[in-house]
């Protein structure tokens, strides 16, 4: 039986350390993790971190060479059984709603027929902004899928619901999903 394949999005948000673990315990449940970071994710988090816990190249470029037939984009995007967007921020949501596919990660989303499954981390008031509110509501018309946030301790020093799920409920629910 092939491995199921996961490509893990990675947006600008402090949560990416926390996607270290969830790198690490996907891998170890036995899954293909690729990971996608938007240019804003690597401000937090090295690329590198990602390589060598998932064993595969981190995709940051989306004009980079094609890994198969076709643009890179595409190619990953056919590939893959699942795109699980962890964490993701109300930036990138705004952008999926959208339309907008500006980097490799948003290309891919648009370009895979895979279930998506988006993991939103931010701040409590990005969170429940109408704008973000409204965005998500769409996406989730459209068939994508949602987790968390959760209530907990957010960055800038308050309590409130934007923070990450915790890598235990998302490693389940990707079991469900796949």
């Known amino acids: 039986m092939r491995k199921r394949k996961i490509l893990l999005g990675l947006t600008g948000s402090i949560a990416c350390y926390v996607s270290a673990d969830l790198v690490n315990r996907l891998v170890e449940k036995g899954y293909e993790v690729t990971c996608a970071m938007t240019r804003e994710a690597t401000r937090f988090v090295q690329p590198l971190t990602f390589e060598v816990l998932s064993g595969s190249p981190v995709l940051t470029d989306m004009f980079a060479s094609p890994q198969g037939e076709g643009p890179l984009h595409t190619t990953i995007a056919q590939k893959t059984d699942l795109i699980l967007i962890a964490p993701c921020t109300a930036n990138v949501i705004g952008k999926l709603a959208s339309g907008v596919a500006d980097d490799i990660l948003t290309c891919s989303v648009l370009a895979t027929r895979a279930k998506v499954l988006i993991c939103p981390a931010m701040n409590e008031n990005m969170y ?34 934007g923070h990450f799920a915790t890598v235990d409920s998302i490693v389940h629910e990707v079991g469900k999903l796949l």
């Open 128 to 161: 429940t902004h109408p704008v973000t509110q409204e965005n998500i509501a769409k996406l989730k018309r459209l068939g994508y899928r949602f987790l968390g946030p959760v209530k907990g301790h957010l960055t800038c020093n308050v309590e409130g619901i």
